[in-house]
């Protein structure tokens, strides 16, 4: 089984679809299609894009919860 919530777990061009939008109001809506730019694995973080590249983390990185 893979932990979706492990930034090992993706690969840059992964796709994400976020059903129920970001936690901790990080400003992804629901339904958002995203792909995987940068997985910095020692925090625990995904720096994601939309489909034509441009970032929907507005830079920062999103992180990834553990709970």
Request: charged share 20%.
């Amino acid at each position: 089984m893979v932990n979706s919530k492990l930034a090992a777990q993706y690969t840059p061009g992964d796709i994400i679809q976020y059903r129920q939008g970001s936690p901790r109001g990080q400003g992804i809506p629901r339904d958002t299609v995203a792909v995987v730019v940068f997985a910095n694995t020692k925090n625990n973080q995904l720096a994601i894009g939309d489909t034509l590249g441009v970032r929907l983390d507005k830079g920062q990185s999103v992180q990834l919860s553990q709970d």
